[in-house]
Each structure stands twice: as C-alpha cells, then as structure tokens.
C-alpha cells in the first residue's frame, strides 16, 4: 500500500473542501481507510474510517454530519468531503490503511501505513 493524498487548501468558514487519497499499491480492496488529522500542537486525532466494501462508516463526534467519508475500489481511490468547515478543522490530514477483518477502529495505532498529508486551512 502506497498511499498519497491531495485536495487540500485554504478556504473560508463555512466552505467545503473534498480531499482524496490515491493508492498506487498493488492492492486496495482488502483494506479498510480512514482519516486523521493534526492539528499544530495536538496530537493526530481520528476523524473518520470506511470499510473494505464501503459499507460500514465511522465519524469523530466533532465531524458527524459535516464530513463524509468514501471509496471507489475500483480506482484505488478514497475520498473525504467536507462541508461546513470551521477554523477548528485546521489541521494536516492524513490518509492511512490496515488491513481489514478486526473492525474498523479510531486508534492510529491500528493503521500501518500513512499517507504524507496534505494541508486543510480554514479561516475565520
């Protein structure tokens, strides 16, 4: 699993922004992806997860209803929407992926390999 991602920018309150996460590996289907951020000064924080098929989604608290989390594994590609972005969603996100069959999890520790990041700023 290689994993790059991309979307981010500057954007005011209130705005949206739709990042990507592209695996160039050989395979994509038999793991399950998530979102994390961080924030300057705080630790990587979990904001979303989706499984293998899709079909099961997990959310932070603080990005229910705002954020969507998906997948096309069919371009190797997964996908975070987010709408209503607010100053506290500055942050680097990064995209990660482990191998599914134990649960979708929030713990970065249950996830082996990282995307590089990329930088969504919200300004007030």
């Known amino acids: 699993v290689q994993l790059q991602a991309s979307g981010g920018g500057l954007v005011q309150a209130g705005g949206s922004l739709r990042l990507s996460c592209v695996n160039s590996g050989r395979t994509f289907s038999g793991y399950d992806m998530a979102w994390f951020r961080q924030a300057p000064g705080k630790e990587r924080e979990f904001v979303a997860a989706i499984s293998w098929s899709g079909g099961y989604t997990i959310y932070a608290d603080s990005v229910k209803g705002r954020f969507t989390i998906s997948r096309d594994n069919s371009k190797n590609m997964v996908y975070l929407q987010m709408n209503s972005l607010k100053p506290g969603d500055t942050a680097i996100y990064y995209c990660?992926?482990?191998?599914?069959?134990?649960?979708?999890?929030?713990?970065?520790?249950?996830?082996?390999?990282w995307g590089q990041g990329t930088q969504v700023t919200v300004s007030s």
């Open positions: 990660a992926a482990k191998t599914s069959g134990y649960g979708l999890g929030d713990s970065a520790d249950e996830y082996g390999d």
